[in-house]
């Protein structure tokens, strides 16, 4: 059976993956965002092995950290990134009951780095390592640093008011 330390090392090689496709995350959302949610099952199953639970698959998984009030704060991001991934991947929201033609039609491709990664999976990983009772997991953690993100460009400004009263 794989231990919490085991959980991070997938979870780094997770991260080593996913750092490698931000570079290219507008030809590949679909596999950023599940590349971040499985770094983010990783964190997640190191944090319940660790306290000596055995999720046994998605269900449970959620189920668990909706039910601890300790890991509360990790399933209010962990939960958006599992739905996402989901789209991702089969283009269908199983809670909605929705389909998409694409993953972009759920989430814009820039919302893929300042959303899913820079919001959700960032949350995991601060939450998990709040929950995290091992001071040598909590260091073996490879951490997303929000300042190697790619950098998106704003959204064009409005063009100014006119000035010309004529207009």
């Given at each position: 059976m794989a231990t919490a330390l085991d959980q991070i090392l997938l979870a780094n090689k997770d991260h080593d993956v996913l750092m490698a496709?931000?570079?290219?995350?507008?030809?590949?959302?679909?596999?950023?965002?599940?590349v971040a949610f499985y770094k983010a099952l990783h964190i997640v199953d190191a944090v319940c092995l660790e306290s000596g639970f055995v999720p046994c698959g998605h269900a449970h998984r959620l189920d668990l950290?909706?039910?601890?009030?300790?890991?509360?704060?990790?399933?209010?991001?962990?939960?958006?990134?599992?739905?996402?991934?989901?789209?991702?991947?089969?283009?269908?929201?199983?809670?909605?009951?929705?389909g998409y033609g694409k993953f972009i039609d759920y989430m814009p491709v820039d919302d893929v780095v300042t959303h899913a990664v820079g919001k959700r999976l960032l949350g995991v990983e601060q939450t998990a390592l709040q929950a995290m009772k091992s001071p040598e997991l909590k260091k073996r953690l490879k951490q997303l640093d929000p300042a190697k993100l790619p950098v998106i460009p704003s959204s064009p400004s409005p063009p100014p008011a006119s000035t010309n009263p004529s207009t």
């Open positions: 496709l931000l570079s290219h995350y507008r030809n590949y959302p679909e596999w950023v965002v599940t950290l909706k039910r601890r009030p300790a890991w509360q704060p990790i399933h209010r991001h962990y939960q958006p990134l599992w739905i996402a991934s989901g789209i991702a991947r089969y283009l269908f929201d199983s809670d909605a009951q929705q």
